[in-house]
């Protein structure tokens, strides 16, 4: 059974940088699209970046040149670097794996598997 785990989170102040990391178990990481969503309190998850197999990569537009999106096969890890942060920011982050290999996943609903989340918090 396919298992995610986020880690980093944290508070910091605008302007700071944190690196969250989710590493994956249970499954062939390396054929699969990796995302991060995230969820601020009294709205919906939202899409922030995805990773293909490849290392392609999208971006939302509010995070574009901020965030940045990256996967290590060796370690079964992907990462999500923030920079630049905003209070705007301020979510619980979900790092999720596509339902199927090599599929690239074109809503939040063809994602297969979550992480618990970990907690982003900006101060101004």
């Known amino acids: 059974q396919v298992q995610l785990v986020e880690s980093g989170g944290g508070l910091v102040q605008a302007g700071g940088s944190l690196r969250l990391s989710c590493a994956v178990s249970?499954?062939?990481?390396?054929?699969?699209?990796m995302g991060w969503f995230r969820q601020a309190p009294g709205k919906e998850r939202e899409f922030v970046a995805t990773?293909?197999?490849?290392?392609?990569?999208n971006y939302a537009d509010s995070v574009k040149g901020r965030f940045t999106i990256s996967r290590d096969g060796a370690k079964n890890t992907v990462y999500l670097q923030m920079n630049n942060l905003k209070p705007e920011d301020t979510a619980v982050y979900y790092c999720?794996?596509?339902?199927?290999?090599?599929?690239?996943?074109?809503?939040?609903?063809?994602?297969?598997?979550w992480g618990q989340g970990t907690q982003v918090t900006v101060s101004s």
């Open positions: 999720a794996m596509s339902a199927g290999a090599f599929r690239r996943p074109s809503s939040l609903a063809d994602f297969g598997s």
């Open positions: 990773i293909n197999w490849t290392g392609g990569s």
């Open positions: 249970g499954r062939t990481f390396s054929n699969y699209a």
